[in-house]
Nanobody
Framework: QVQLVESGGGLVQAGGSLRLSCATS????????MGWFRQAPGKERELVAA????????YYADSVKGRFTISEDNAKDTVYLQMNSLKFEDTAVYYC?????????????????WGQGIQVTVSS
């Protein structure tokens, strides 16, 4: 059973930074891709960042490009989302997700496992 547990969310002022962590356990397959999604009140869940297991390819939504960075620590089985220069509009519940395969996907439906979500609130 694969489990994902997010941490690191909270309240931050605009212009500040947060680092989200997603600790994974139970993963037995070698090739995978990971993603960070977010969902703001009244809006659909959207992909913010994604990457392949090897780190060779990454994707960023235009709204976060240059401010957010996805990475992972294989030794800790943990995926990170470093968020800098945060804006009010980054306020949302953030979810990490993992899928089986060698290249990242952009659709929610292509991810097999999800974390429970964590709140990020940016005050203006």
């Amino acid at each position: 059973q694969v489990q994902l547990v997010e941490s690191g969310g909270g309240l931050v002022q605009a212009g500040g930074s947060l680092r989200l962590s997603c600790a994974t356990s139970g993963r037995t397959y070698l090739s995978y891709y990971m993603g960070w999604f977010r969902q703001a009140p009244g809006k659909e869940r959207e992909l913010v960042a994604a990457g392949t297991w090897s780190g060779s390819s990454t994707y960023y939504a235009d709204s976060v490009k240059g401010r957010f960075t996805i990475s992972e620590d294989n030794a800790k089985d943990t995926v990170y989302l470093q968020m800098n220069s945060l804006k009010f509009e980054d306020t949302a519940v953030y979810y990490c997700a993992v899928g089986r395969g060698s290249y990242y996907r952009e659709r929610m439906e292509d991810y097999d496992y999800w974390g429970q979500g964590i709140q990020v609130t940016v005050s203006s």
